[in-house]
């Protein structure tokens, strides 16, 4: 399957970063919107961010260029027709993805994949959702997708083997190190991550140590680049939630059952860094 042409559902933060890393890898981009203004936002996002690059001495205006020129906003889900492939990357809602799923279905050429960036939800669901389940599988970018190496390559049980090849050379054309991994929730990453930083929460309930000499113990004892707060003021407290409470409806392991701090911070709109307020204060 040559995947020259891509498709991005989604502009925000996980979007734009997933446009860059697309349009730098030599691909053809067209990253959708629900509206014109957000989707041509979002490419002057990137230009921005490109332009600090140039300024540093790690691209060329003529690379820049080259990069922005691959990248094509639009607000009309048809325009994604003549993919080869297109990634999810909306709300962490499995309802939501879908009818997204279905829609694309409908649209998108025969013989493209479909693939989600979910990091938590179900694949098989989605791949069901649509009449072409042999096509679809996860593509799980990290946030932020420009800097992470990572991408974790998911497979259901419904995904043929030449979908799983060809996923893998497209986060690898990204320059990416995928890893494939069954769909069960949470994946790799996120099913062993989460049981830790949800207990180090509960650790700061039981008031075995204070919030900042927990970061700084996991940070000078494990060599991590940050604490477990950090971390989830990083990620955001409501996608943190949203994980935890995936995870325990999969495996009802009681490490994922998300410590009542968290939720009551969701309750209070205290998500983290993008509210300027979480376990810390921006």
Known sequence: MAITTVGVVGSGIMGSGL????????????????????????????GKGLSKQVEKGRLTEDEKGAIL????????????ADCDLVIESVVEDLETKKSLFAELDKVVKAGAIIATNTSTLPVIELAMSTGRPELV????????A??????EIVRPLSA??????????FAEACGKQPVQV???????????????????????????????????????????PMGPFALLDLVGLDTSLAIL????????????????????????????????SGFYTY
């Open 19 to 46: 446009a860059e890393v697309i349009a730098r890898g030599g691909m053809n981009v067209i990253v959708r919107s629900r509206s014109q203004a957000t989707a041509d936002a979002m490419v002057a996002s990137v």
């Open 69 to 80: 020129g691959r990248i094509t906003a639009v607000s009309d889900l048809s325009k994604l």
């Open 137 to 144: 599988c996860g593509i799980h970018f990290f946030n932020p």
């Open 146 to 151: 420009t800097a992470m190496p990572l991408v």
């Open 160 to 169: 043929s083997d030449e979908t799983i090849a060809a996923a893998t050379g």
């Open 182 to 224: 069954k769909d069960r929730a949470g994946f790799i990453v996120n099913a062993l991550l989460f049981p830790y930083l949800n207990n180090a929460v509960r650790m700061l309930e039981q008031g075995t140590a204070n919030m900042a000499d927990i970061d700084t113990a996991m940070k000078g004892g494990c060599n991590f």
């Open 245 to 276: 409470d995936a995870l325990y409806n999969e495996f009802r392991d009681p490490n994922y059952a998300a410590v009542p701090t968290l939720r009551r911070m969701v309750a209070a709109g205290q998500l983290g860094r993008k509210t300027k």
